[in-house]
Nanobody, 132 residues
Framework: RFSCRRLGGGLVQPGGSLRLSCEVS????????IGWFRQAPAKEREGVSC????????WYADSVKGRFTISRDNVKNKVYLQMNSLKPEDTAVYYC?????????????????????????WGKGTLVTVSS
C-alpha cells in the first residue's frame, strides 16, 4: 500500500539535501495522516515527522526541526519529506507509515512517542547515508 522512494542519491555529503516520497496506493488510505520514522544502525525506530490528512497540521522531532519539511499532494496521493542541511546522524533507513484509521492524533501520538507499533501500514523504507 505504500512505497517509499528517494528522489536523489542515497549518499549525500553533510549539508546536502534529499527529498523522500511516500506513495499511497490504497483507496482506503487516501487522505490518511502519514508519519515518517527512521531507524539508524543498532538503534530503535524513531519518529521524525507527521502530517495531517489535509496537510494543515504537522509535527517534527527536535532533531530535525528547521531542517526537514513534510508536505503532501493529495491529488497525487503522495507525501514528501524534504531533508536539508543533512548531518551524519541523519543516516538511517527512512519509512513512511500510517495508523489503521489514518487519524492524525493517533499518528501524532505514535510518531512523537517513537511508538512504531502504533502504526499499521509501512512503506518499504529507503536508506539515506550522510557521509563525506
Amino acid at each position: 500500500r505504500f512505497s517509499c522512494r528517494r528522489l536523489g542519491g542515497g549518499l549525500v555529503q553533510p549539508g546536502g539535501s534529499l527529498r523522500l516520497s511516500c506513495e499511497v496506493s490504497s483507496f482506503t488510505l487516501d487522505g490518511s495522516a502519514i508519519g515518517w520514522f527512521r531507524q539508524a544502525p543498532a538503534k530503535e525506530r524513531e519518529g521524525v515527522s507527521c502530517i495531517s490528512n489535509e496537510g494543515d497540521s504537522f509535527w517534527y522531532a527536535d532533531s530535525v526541526k528547521g531542517r526537514f519539511t513534510i508536505s503532501r499532494d493529495n491529488v497525487k496521493n503522495k507525501v514528501y519529506l524534504q531533508m536539508n542541511s543533512l548531518k551524519p546522524e541523519d543516516t538511517a533507513v527512512y519509512y513512511c507509515a500510517a495508523t489503521e484509521d489514518g487519524d492524525y492524533l493517533e499518528t501524532l501520538t505514535a510518531v512523537a512517542g517513537d511508538q512504531a507499533n502504533g502504526m499499521k501500514y509501512w512503506g518499504k523504507g529507503t536508506l539515506v547515508t550522510v557521509s563525506s
